[in-house]
Nanobody, 124 residues
Framework: QVQLVESGGGLVQAGGSLRLSCAASGRTFSMYPMGWFRQAPGKEREFVAAISATGGNTYYADSVKGRFTISRDNAKNTVFLQMNSLKPEDTAVYYC?????????????????WGQGTQVTVSS
């Protein structure tokens, strides 16, 4: 199994930036494609971004394209989400997740392991 811990969330003004980190332990991190999801209170969990095991391929939800960047450092067992030009609608709990090549990676049910989440609040 894989244990994931997110960090880096907080309160930021609209237009500002945050970088989220997800530290992994347990099974070999480099074996897993990774994803970021977010969930606002009372809303469905939604896909944000995904990255292949090597970091060679990345994918983004339309709502964050051009603003967010997913990356990973396999030597440090860490995946990142750089968030720029933040908007109030980005406010949510952000979760990182790992999958063992199940499904497409665009759905929460494709993922096997989840972190506890980190709160991101963007003020207007």
């Amino acid at each position: 199994q894989v244990q994931l811990v997110e960090s880096g969330g907080g309160l930021v003004q609209a237009g500002g930036s945050l970088r989220l980190s997800c530290a992994a332990s347990g099974r070999t991190f480099s074996m897993y494609p990774m994803g970021w999801f977010r969930q606002a209170p009372g809303k469905e969990r939604e896909f944000v971004a995904a990255i292949s095991a090597t970091g060679g391929n990345t994918y983004y939800a339309d709502s964050v394209k051009g603003r967010f960047t997913i990356s990973r450092d396999n030597a440090k067992n860490t995946v990142f989400l750089q968030m720029n030009s933040l908007k109030p609608e980005d406010t949510a709990v952000y979760y990182c997740a790992a999958r063992s090549y199940r499904g497409s990676g665009y759905y929460a049910t494709d993922y096997d392991y989840w972190g506890q989440g980190t709160q991101v609040t963007v003020s207007s």
